[in-house]
C-alpha cells in the first residue's frame, strides 16, 4: 500500500509540474470510507495522515479503533442535522456542508476547547445530477453566514461532478468550482482549500486548480457496492 501511495504522489506532482503549479500544490486525502482500520493503520504508517469518511456510524468505530495515531480526520459525507454533534466532537474538518441549519448546528456543537471545525462549503455543480451541495447562486449568502458563526473557519469549496471520463468535460466542471471559488475570495473571504478531484478525475483537478484531492480506490482498491447504514 505504501508503494502505491509513493506511485500515486509522484503522478500528482508530475501533474502539479506540467500543469505550472510546483511540486506539492496539492494535498492528499485517503478516503477510507467502507475500508477497515487496518487499512487505514497500513497507510498511516506510511505516512498519511489525513483521511476522509463519509457513513458516521463506521467513521466513529475507526475514530475509536486508531484513536492513539495521530490522524486528522475529514468527514465527507451526506449529513442529517440531528447527527450534527459527534462530527462536530470528533473531525477536524467537515468539507459536505450545504446548508445553514447544518452550519449552526456544527457551530453551537464543536467544544470550546477544540479549535475551530475547518469547513469546506460543498456545491452542485452538475444542477439535476446531484442531491448535494448548495446550489451556486446561494453560495455568497450561505459563505456569509458561514463566515458569521463562531467555531468554525470556512476553508473552502468541494464539489463531486457528475461523473464523465471525458477530459475536456471533467476540466470544465472543476473550471465552474474554481470561478466560484475566486469570486468568494475577491469578495473578501480567506480562502485556501479547494478539494477537487478523485480517483478518476485528478488530472483534471488539478489542471484547473484544486488543492486537495480525495482519493479512495486508487489508493485502497475497490470498494464492495452497498455502503454502510448509518
Ligand atoms: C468516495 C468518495 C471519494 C473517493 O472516491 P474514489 O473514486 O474512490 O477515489 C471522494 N470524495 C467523496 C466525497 C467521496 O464520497
Keep these: ?20 503549479r510546483g511540486r506539492d ?42 484513536s492513539g495515531l495521530n490522524l486528522e480526520w475529514h468527514f465527507i459525507g451526506p449529513m442529517q442535522s440531528n447527527k450534527t454533534r459527534r462530527i462536530a466532537e470528533r473531525f477536524a474538518w ?25 469547513v469546506c462549503l460543498q456545491v452542485n455543480i452538475s444542477g439535476e445530477a446531484s442531491k448535494s451541495g448548495t446550489d451556486p447562486a446561494d453560495l455568497p449568502g450561505l459563505a456569509a453566514a458561514v463566515t458569521g458563526l463562531p467555531q468554525l473557519r470556512l476553508r473552502g469549496l468541494m464539489a ?23 469570486s468568494l475570495v475577491t469578495a473578501g473571504h480567506d480562502l485556501d482549500t479547494l478539494s477537487m478531484g478523485m480517483s478518476n478525475d485528478l488530472e483534471a483537478a488539478i489542471a484547473e486548480g484544486g488543492t486537495l484531492v480525495r482519493v479512495g480506490t486508487a489508493l485502497f482498491g475497490q470498494r464492495a457496492a452497498a455502503p454502510a447504514a448509518d
Excluded: H
Design 160 to 182: 463531486i461532478p457528475a461523473p464523465t471520463i471525458q477530459f475536456g468535460e471533467q476540466r470544465r466542471a472543476f473550471a465552474r468550482l474554481r470561478d466560484l471559488y475566486d
Design 25 to 66: 500544490c496539492v494535498r492528499l486525502l485517503a478516503v477510507s470510507k467502507q475500508f477497515p482500520a487496518d487499512d487505514i493503520q497500513t497507510l498511516a504508517g506510511c505516512g498519511q495522515s489525513a483521511f476522509g469518511e463519509s457513513y458516521l456510524k463506521e467513521a466513529l468505530d475507526k475514530l475509536d479503533m486508531l
Design 94 to 118: 467537515v468539507q459536505s456542508l450545504d446548508r445553514l441549519k447544518v452550519a449552526q448546528r456544527l457551530a453551537e456543537q464543536r467544544p470550546a476547547e477544540l479549535p475551530p471545525l475547518n
Design 1 to 20: 500500500m505504501c508503494q502505491r501511495r509513493q506511485e500515486l504522489l509522484e503522478r500528482i506532482s508530475e501533474w502539479c509540474d506540467q500543469y505550472g
